[in-house]
């Protein structure tokens, strides 16, 4: 048998021509050269760090997105290793960010006001203000007025704990996740410990204006300030009114202290309420029965609705108010119901229909019943905007074991996000004229059906369930005659002035008395609303459930019977506080407009496509020249007087570490004479 021979060639890459992942990334750099903003963005995002500065680990995370192969940065530092130079050479830069580099620069992002850089970054930073302000993303009222609106809605990302085995021939146990991760209420398809998303996001053009990170469940108040801050900022740098900007929210902001910084920014709000007391109203039941009720537009999908006004609503006022402070929130009431044979997710069912409750500071003549449900469900592509960054951009992964490090990369990937969406529409052109207007048809009318047997009594639903006279006045006067200055001797910053107030204010509601084996005790309870939130919770609980509740046991002799013996015995209503003033009004009759309201016409998702088609008939070269010699530097010898001292870099030679000294020479071409006019259109934008 003869030897074989084999023939061995060798080709050696070209390594100036950038692969076709990058060619995209080296677009939007030299996009952002031309403009600015990559000047801008290196001022704002300052990380204190001897090694890399802020804007290379954001041009790290750019090009990490434009790669899109995976969620794993170590990976893609592996693959990008050997672009590094031409890489950083397009954004005038020396030298390319490890993915440890990048690990350690997001560590130490806490040290950034990211709240500010954030807003500026998705905002000013991607140049989407004038397609905010385009009349195509804009919704139109009855009354032909255009809406901003913007839609919040946080998500919740499980991390799997792993076993952690102890022994003596192991490291000492520890989780990475403890900063970034809590506990917290696991829900449906969840873990126990998690960390929250908050964006918030134009409806009109799917472009985020902000994202926070939270560990465990996020608290919505704070939540809801910083993306009612973001919405102003778009807002008013659009040439738009904060009053003509609707912020639509979940079950979950359908509280006075959660539409408070809404309501506080002249913001308006659409949420969906969980009130369903006021069903308990007799007017509320006469509404429901008497009134005719307006068909909601039908999607094709799902089960057809039927709208109704039923009045306003101040949320917030209740009984058992428990702080001079505390906000009220007046909102308008509209309900909507289908006919079902069960429950299934929000609202209540009553005699085959389920009805579900809307609250929104809308006006009822510009949106009507029936186009306020609509309007609410239009929330709903929120959920596939989640689904198309998840499998875009994996905004979803870990990145970093940090909030501010795990918030920068999300935001850096929400940019690239709104980038292709302003992108595409330079390279599509003019994006036309807004639909005509239709006049508004007359809506279908329900006839009104039997007051349904089902319905709560109509006792008044700011008032408890009165106990017995006789109970309830002696367990008042029993409470009233204790000696409380002696018994909360033992609990600093508890005050008892007619009723009993923790240290950070919240009333304590009586519990009932339980019994020991020597001793008797009045329980006492703060609700769980006010625990959960309240600034104090570290010195008062250890506790991180987020359902905790504060219970103090005092001391009461035998003053009151034991009405806590068995765990299914009802503790002894509290006394009654006074009643508040109503908090139902009746509605206004209010004549809608005469044209169809609608929703943004705006296709953004068509944009991103044209824009990532567009990129990839592209073509992109780097050639670097050979640098010139660098001086011989001795380390030994302090050249001047700041290294001999060990002094602090400022800012700008932070920045100029790793700053190209030479000039790289950049070329873009396209397969075609159109696409090439169409790169050098996007290379000139704002150029001006």
């Excluded at 009130?275 to 029965?289: E, H, I, N, T």
């Excluded at 592509?381 to 998840?390: C, H, K």
């Excluded at 570490?657 to 873009?668: D, F, H, I, N, Q």
Aim: with cysteine; charged share 20%.
């Amino acid at each position: 048998m003869s030897p074989s021979q084999t023939d061995v060639t060798v080709l050696i890459r070209e390594r100036s021509r950038l692969p076709e992942w990058a060619v995209e990334y080296s677009l939007i750099v030299r996009h952002l050269l031309a403009t600015g903003r990559l000047d801008e963005l290196a001022k704002r995002l300052r990380i204190d760090r001897a090694g890399y500065a802020g804007l290379d680990i954001t041009l790290f995370l750019l090009a990490f997105f434009c790669w899109g192969k995976s969620s794993s940065l170590s990976l893609f530092g592996s693959e990008s290793a050997g672009w590094g130079p031409q890489l950083a050479a397009l954004a005038g830069r020396s030298a390319w960010p490890s993915a440890s580099s990048l690990s350690r620069g997001l560590a130490v992002a806490d040290r950034c006001d990211l709240d500010a850089f954030g807003v500026w970054l998705l905002g000013a930073g991607s140049g989407g203000t004038e397609l905010l302000a385009h009349p195509l993303a804009l919704a139109t009222d009855t009354h032909g007025e255009q809406w901003a609106v913007f839609d919040f809605d946080p998500t919740v990302e499980a991390v799997r704990l792993r076993a952690l085995p102890e022994g003596e021939d192991l490291p000492s146990p520890r989780r990475r996740a403890v900063g970034l991760c809590a506990l917290g209420y696991s829900g449906r398809h969840r873990g126990e410990t998690q960390f929250s998303i908050t964006p918030i996001a134009s409806a009109g053009t799917a472009m985020w204006l902000q994202a926070g990170i939270e560990p465990g469940n996020c608290a919505m108040p704070r939540a809801l300030e910083v993306a009612g801050d973001a919405c102003v900022q778009a807002v008013t740098a659009a040439g738009l009114a904060p009053q003509r900007s609707l912020m639509r929210i979940d079950g979950g902001g359908g509280s006075a202290v959660a539409l408070d910084p809404i309501a506080k920014r002249g913001i308006q709000h659409l949420v969906r309420l969980k009130s369903y007391g006021v069903f308990r109203l007799r007017a509320v039941q006469q509404l429901l029965a008497a009134d005719t009720w307006q068909w909601v537009a039908d999607s094709g999908s799902g089960p057809r609705r039927q709208a109704l006004d039923i009045g306003s609503w101040q949320l917030g006022a209740d009984e058992f108010q428990t702080a001079t402070d505390a906000p009220v929130v007046p909102t308008r009431l509209v309900v909507s119901r289908y006919a079902a044979d069960r429950k299934h997710g929000a609202g209540v069912l009553i005699e085959g229909w389920l009805y579900e409750l809307f609250g929104t500071s809308l006006d009822g003549s510009a949106w009507p019943a029936a186009e306020t449900v609509e309007l609410y469900y239009g929330r709903s592509a929120i959920e596939n905007r989640f689904a198309q960054e998840a499998r875009e951009l994996h905004l979803h992964h870990v990145f970093s074991y940090t909030p501010a490090g795990q918030r920068l990369a999300v935001l850096v990937g929400m940019w690239l996000w709104n980038l292709r969406t302003v992108l595409g529409s330079r390279v599509v052109g003019p994006l036309g004229a807004v639909p005509t207007p239709l006049a508004r048809a007359t809506q279908d009318v329900v006839a009104p059906p039997q007051v349904p047997e089902m319905m709560l009594p109509p006792e008044p639903v700011n008032q408890a369930p009165l106990p017995e006279p006789s109970e309830r006045e002696r367990v008042e006067a029993v409470l009233a005659g204790l000696g409380w200055q002696e018994m909360i001797r033992k609990h600093p910053g508890w005050r008892y002035d007619g009723t009993l107030h923790c240290p950070a204010g919240h009333a304590a509601l009586f519990n009932g008395v339980a019994q020991t084996k020597h001793r008797r005790y009045a329980t006492y309870r703060v609700s769980a609303r006010h625990c959960g939130p309240c600034q104090q919770r570290e010195l008062c609980s250890r506790t991180t459930n987020p359902t905790y509740s504060r219970v103090v046991t005092l001391p009461i002799g035998d003053a009151l019977p034991v009405s806590r013996r068995r765990r299914s015995q009802k503790p002894v209503p509290p006394p009654l506080a006074p009643l508040p003033p109503p908090r139902w009004l009746a509605p206004e009759l209010s004549e809608p407009g005469l044209l169809q309201a609608r929703a943004a016409a705006l296709l953004p998702a068509e944009l991103r496509h044209r824009w990532q088609d567009f990129a990839s008939r592209c073509g992109a070269e780097i050639c670097l020249p050979r640098p010139a010699a660098a001086p011989v530097r001795r380390p030994w010898v302090a050249s001047t007087p700041g290294i001999r001292q060990h002094r602090r870099l400022t800012w700008q030679q932070h920045l100029a570490r790793y700053e190209l000294r030479c000039t790289a020479r950049v070329s873009l071409d396209a397969p075609d004479q159109r696409h090439a006019k169409a790169t050098r259109a996007v290379l000139e934008l704002y150029a001006a």
